[in-house]
């Protein structure tokens, strides 16, 4: 079992940066893969994005302003965001699986979300 907890969501205005954490429990965290996935209100859940061992994707949404990496050390996962607009509203969740996806039926784990908001 792994449990995911992210942190670092806020309220920032547009044409700025945070950094999301998703803080994960168990001895494994370095053999799965990890997905940012974002939901807005009325919206489907969409993918952001995926780091496995040495690679990363993106959402092509974000490309280019966000940039995920893990410190295997920490079993901990990060989500940079910059230049941040009004569309980038939504709750973001981490995501844990073996083998990375871009699609979030794959994914096993779950956190329970983190509240972005920018603000025009």
């Known amino acids: 079992q792994v449990q995911l907890v992210e942190s670092g969501g806020g309220l920032v205005q547009a044409g700025g940066s945070l950094r999301l954490s998703c803080a994960t429990s168990?001895?494994?965290?370095?053999?799965?893969?990890m997905g940012w996935f974002r939901q807005a209100p009325g919206k489907e859940r969409e993918f952001v994005a995926a780091?496995?061992?040495?690679?990363?994707y993106y959402g092509d949404s974000v490309k280019g302003r966000f940039t995920i990496s893990r410190d295997n050390a920490k079993n901990t996962v990060y989500l940079q965001m910059n230049s941040l607009k009004p569309e980038d509203t939504a709750v973001y969740y981490c995501?844990?699986?073996?083998?990375?996806?871009?699609?979030?039926?794959?994914?096993?784990?779950w956190g329970q979300g983190t509240q972005v908001t920018v603000s025009s």
């Open positions: 995501a844990a699986r073996v083998g990375v996806s871009r699609y979030e039926s794959g994914y096993d784990y």
């Open positions: 168990g001895r494994t965290f370095s053999s799965y893969a």
């Open positions: 780091i496995s061992w040495s690679s990363t």
